[in-house]
């Protein structure tokens, strides 16, 4: 390949923090952090042909088609913005999917190069995903460690109210985990066979976990190398 890139992939259970890591690497590296939720609401929202299409799905209730999420972020991966790299946060989620993106990535001439694993035990999960605050005007997410102020989001210039989900209580999260258990950690299995997979604990601090995941990115390889 002509340009240095690279494609990384997180992989964790829903509190393990891979969505925090996801956006400070991306931030670090200056590449685009590309979460699964944020593709579908911005297809929906501007209501292209693919948002169009998974609309149909979502509205008789059912799974959206893997070929119609791998057509989100093949359009997606395909920006400028993309050039040198690129971060996934929440796709692929099964081995299938994990497969279609290998194909739509060699047609583009990109590839995977990471796929960093945070692996936490599920009393922490639970823990982290009953006790986290959301920001009613930008979204951002405060695992229960950061202790965020209460007043307010104070997220760079945001200043929107805090809230407590609905759905963060331990029946619902529990299920989170046993769903994660059994379509996504497959995963692991499969991103480890092709070397690309680096496990790292991530019961430790945030800070912690990013100085570890900022060696392994440092010692990896480009796309094409």
């Known amino acids: 390949m002509a340009n240095k890139s690279r494609g ?11 969505g925090t890591q996801a956006v400070m690497v991306a931030k670090d590296l200056d590449v685009p952090h590309i979460s699964s939720g944020d593709l579908f609401r911005d297809h929906l929202k501007r209501g ?26 093949k359009e997606r991966l395909g920006q400028p913005d993309c050039l040198n790299g690129f971060i996934l946060d929440g796709f692929p989620r099964t081995v299938p999917q994990a497969e279609a993106l290998d194909a739509a990535l060699a ?56 809230y407590q989900r609905a759905d963060d209580n331990p029946e619902t999260q529990k299920r989170r985990i046993e769903v994660y258990m059994k379509q996504t950690a497959p995963l692991i299995t499969y991103y ?17 976990v990013y100085r570890i995941l900022q060696d392994a990115i440092a010692i990896s390889k480009y796309c094409g190398e």
């Open 107 to 162: 047609e583009m001439g990109k590839c995977i190069s990471l796929v960093p694993y945070l692996r936490v035990r599920e009393s922490m999960l639970m823990e982290r995903l009953t006790h986290r605050w959301t920001c009613k005007a930008c979204g951002a997410v405060f695992p229960y460690e950061a202790q965020p102020p209460r007043t307010g989001c104070k997220k760079e210039h945001c200043d929107g109210d805090l």
């Open 48 to 73: 292209t042909e693919l948002g169009k299409l998974a609309q149909t799905f979502m509205d008789k209730g059912e799974l959206v088609p893997d070929d119609v999420t791998i057509g989100m972020v």
């Open 8 to 18: 990384i992939v997180f992989l964790g259970a829903p509190g393990a923090g891979k």
């Open 192 to 208: 480890r066979q092709r070397g690309l997979l680096i496990e790292l604990s991530g019961e430790h601090t945030i800070d912690y």
